[in-house]
Nanobody, 116 residues
Framework: VELVESGGGLVQPGGSLLLSCTLSGDIFSFYLMGWYRQAPGKQREMVATITADHNINYADSVKGRFTISRLDAANTVYLKMNALKHEDTAIFYC???????????WGQGTQVSVSP
């Protein structure tokens, strides 16, 4: 199983970015999917998760600004980020967790930088 992320970059405060993560090598609907981030000098933290049944959980810091979604036909999970702030600057990681075996896999990470 492999996760491949895309969509990071540099954006001004108030801007938007769309992150994508595609899972290959297994059946996508077997997995809970999520996005985590790690800022310099800080621990990795959960940003948003979505189950196969589309139950969603967000960190308080991103509620109302970020939207997680999944398209099972494309084996892809998305994170639409609006109203970005400087404090959102981090490496964003895609995560998958098998719903039966609870094995977790991480993507390679994609840098999101928010700066004037």
């Amino acid at each position: 199983v492999e996760l491949v992320e895309s969509g990071g970059g540099l954006v001004q405060p108030g801007g938007s970015l769309l992150l994508s993560c595609t899972l290959s090598g297994d059946i996508f609907s077997f997995y809970l999917m999520g996005w985590y981030r790690q800022a310099p000098g800080k621990q990795r933290e959960m940003v948003a998760t979505i189950t196969a049944d589309h139950n969603i959980n967000y960190a308080d810091s991103v509620k109302g600004r970020f939207t997680i979604s999944r398209l099972d036909a494309a084996n892809t999970v998305y994170l639409k980020m609006n109203a970005l702030k400087h404090e959102d600057t981090a490496i964003f990681y895609c995560m998958s967790e098998h719903t039966t075996f609870h094995k977790t896999l991480w993507g390679q990470g994609t840098q999101v930088s928010v700066s004037p």
